[in-house]
């Protein structure tokens, strides 16, 4: 079975461009989550989205924006880079949004931004 | 407002030593979850345990076991009889907030010397 898949796996971008994240969830996981980690921290969450709804939105600026397809893939975007902007994006895959505890997140291996 | 401590950053054993992380979760919320996620080299997180703030029996899974203990607001992780390949970050990450999502330590770095 086929787990998390995050495309690509390691991107170089300029400052200013714009950028589109890539992710599929486990087959029959209707929830994704986005985060955000720099290096030496821990994850910083950014979207989750359930049956392409945003169910939740993390302390991020409207360069951030996301969307969940029929298929229950998601897209991330960042528009205007900043060199902050730097980081492993990383989405995660789960049954149902994450509530209550009753489900666990399953992650895929990330996307390495780096903005130049 | 919720705030998660891994008080740890590095620690290094020997293989076949046992080894804590410890994790302080501070929140007034009565009703939470708590995590364990690993995330070796690769940088993928993997899902280690998870625990509800209703249950402080502590257990065992294989060479795994954590306490968790409310009223210090602690929910330390032990590996025991450690091996090379458990080498990794190790982060605590409650369920918090409206939004349940997951909030997260800064992580501990383990690593396990042949």
């Known amino acids: 079975d086929a787990g998390v898949t995050q495309s690509p796996t390691h991107l170089i971008k300029t400052r200013g461009q714009q950028v589109t994240l890539r992710c599929s969830p486990i087959?029959?996981?209707?929830?994704v989550s986005w985060y955000q980690q720099v290096l030496g921290q821990g994850p910083q969450f950014i979207f989750q989205?359930?049956?392409?709804?945003?169910?939740g939105r993390g302390n991020f600026p409207d360069r951030f924006s996301a969307r969940q397809f029929p298929n229950y893939s998601s897209e991330l975007n960042v528009n205007a880079l900043l060199l902050g902007d730097s980081a492993l994006y990383l989405c995660a895959s789960s049954l149902a949004p994450l509530s209550g505890g009753n489900t666990e997140a399953f992650f895929g291996q990330g996307t390495r931004l780096t903005v130049v | 407002a919720q705030k998660v401590t891994q008080a740890q950053t590095e620690i290094s054993v020997v293989e076949k030593e046992d080894v804590t992380l410890d994790c302080v979760y501070e929140t007034r919320d009565t009703t939470y979850y708590l995590f364990w996620y690993k995330q070796p080299p690769s940088g993928e997180l993997v899902f280690l345990i998870r625990r509800n703030s209703f249950d402080e029996q502590n257990e065992i899974s294989g060479r795994y076991s954590w306490n968790f203990q409310k009223s210090t607001s602690s929910f330390n992780f032990t590996i025991t009889a450690s091996q090379v390949v458990d080498s990794a970050v190790y982060f605590c990450a409650p369920d918090a907030g409206n939004n349940r999502k997951l909030i997260w330590g800064l992580g501990t770095s383990l690593a396990v010397n042949p």
């Open positions: 087959s029959g996981h209707k929830s």
């Open positions: 989205y359930y049956e392409k709804e945003e169910r």
